[in-house]
């Protein structure tokens, strides 16, 4: 008797690009290797063409095309996966060429979101995306539209259904904007919330798997899934970090970013991004180990400047410095932190550096507290540094660090 396994079988996949000289297409063939693997899929080889801009009909050109069919049928190729966004006559001729199920980069982002996100906002945000990027590729007829349900067979209702489909998915788009409308007012009032209590904010940003995870469970005990996987974290996490001086700031894990970031992901996520935007100070983090550090360090950045963060503190991290010798990264950064976020090195340096970059000055004072204001005690325990406290007949005696906003709630009762 044979024993059949009832795991499914890996994916393989052919990766497939045109170099027409407007980005660096090996740099990118690279990570659209890492994101395959990510979704789960074992991209086995690849194929590049040099074209002055690719073929509208079949992306690559005829000659290529068949090669790519060859390869596809000698090594029993199960998806081809394109490093560029294209049309649905593309895909339908490479697939009708191949025999081979195709899909492109930004189909491939999509995807990897949909297994990432577990949050209701994620979820909502990365079937807006798929929903936005589906609706101007529905055609009336071939495979694009049958891959739908529908749209084989007479002109007539073939046309029907996609309108048909057209409205469905445009009232599907507005139920999901109205979802998150309401997720972001909720946001926007926890927001409001924290700024009248006076609670400042620090956004880890960067590159996907910079390691922004492990430095985010490294300080706070967050428990982030951390893995060696492009986008491990969709969904945004906080959680609350006492600094050196006292002070307890905010600490907010955000999405990861790739170069040529489908804006339909973009503009889904943005106010998720705009977290950060919004933020006291950033953390910008990349992989000092990665050939591509100072390319993935401009991508965050253009990014933060699109979003309006000029005026915001931006610390510089290089993580995973355990890992090379070579330090001229670091020149390009007035304020950086070379760091380990596995390991730990570096981590009383980040805090430091965090601490002399708020946008909050701290002072240290001596208190002496009336009996019937002794819930401010617990408030200094809470927002500032506690150095002693000692009660006597007249109230509590109070040494303390404190911050600006705490300071003006304090400063009636200095000695």
């Keep these: 008797m044979e024993l059949k396994s009832n795991e499914e079988k890996i994916q393989t996949a052919l990766l497939v690009s045109v170099d027409t000289g407007t980005y660096d297409a090996e740099a ?30 079949t992306f690559v050109g005829t000659g290529k095309l068949q090669e790519i069919s060859e390869i596809c049928e000698q090594q029993e190729i199960d998806l081809i996966v394109v490093d560029s966004e294209l049309s649905p006559t593309q895909i339908k001729n490479i697939e009708n060429e191949t025999d ?34 589906m609706l101007p590729r529905l055609t009336g007829k071939g ?18 259904k996609l309108e048909t489909d057209r409205r469905h998915i445009r009232r599907k788009m507005e139920t999901l904007k109205d979802e998150l409308a309401e997720i972001e007012k909720h946001r926007h009032m926890l927001r409001s919330r924290r700024d009248k209590d006076g609670i400042i904010t620090c956004a880890i940003v960067g590159y996907t798997n910079a390691g922004k995870s492990t430095l985010m469970n490294y300080l706070t005990n967050a428990g982030v899934l951390a893995q ?28 990861g970013l790739v170069r040529r970031l489908p804006h339909h992901l973009v503009d889904a996520f943005r106010s998720t ?16 180990s990665s050939e591509e550090a100072r390319t993935h360090l401009q991508v965050t950045a253009d990014l933060l400047e699109s979003l309006g963060c000029g005026d915001t503190p931006i610390i510089t991290v290089l993580n995973k410095c355990d890992l090379i010798d070579d330090g001229t990264i670091a020149q390009d950064f007035s304020t950086y932190v070379k760091i380990s976020a596995k390991n730990g090195i570096g981590i009383d340096n980040l805090l430091q550096t965090i601490d002399e970059n708020l ?3 701290m002072k240290k004072v001596n208190l002496l ?22 009660y006597v007949a007249e109230g509590i005696e109070i040494e303390a660090v404190v911050d600006e906003i705490l300071y003006s709630t304090v400063k009636q009762y200095i000695m």
């Design 228 to 255: 060696d996987k492009l986008f491990a974290t969709l969904d945004p996490t906080s959680r609350a970090l006492k600094l050196p001086s006292g002070i307890t700031i905010m600490l907010i894990d955000t999405v």
């Design 273 to 288: 991004l705009e977290e950060a935007a919004q933020s006291d100070i950033i953390l910008n983090v990349c992989d000092a």
């Design 359 to 361: 946008p909050v000055k």
């Design 28 to 57: 990118s063939l690279n990570e659209l290797f890492e994101l395959v693997k990510s979704a789960g899929a074992d991209p086995l080889f690849s194929i590049t063409q040099k074209l002055s801009k690719p073929e509208s009909a």
């Design 100 to 133: 081979v199920r195709v899909i492109d980069r930004t189909t491939l982002i999509l995807d990897i979101f949909a297994q990432r996100a577990k949050s209701k906002e994620g979820k909502l945000q990365v079937e807006l995306a798929q929903l936005k990027y």
């Design 143 to 160: 495979i694009a539209m049958s891959r739908l349900g529908g749209g084989i067979g007479t002109r007539g209702p073939g046309e029907t």
């Design 369 to 390: 507290i009336p009996f019937n204001q002794a819930g401010l005690s617990s408030e200094i325990r809470k927002k500032g540094t506690l150095i002693s406290e000692n």
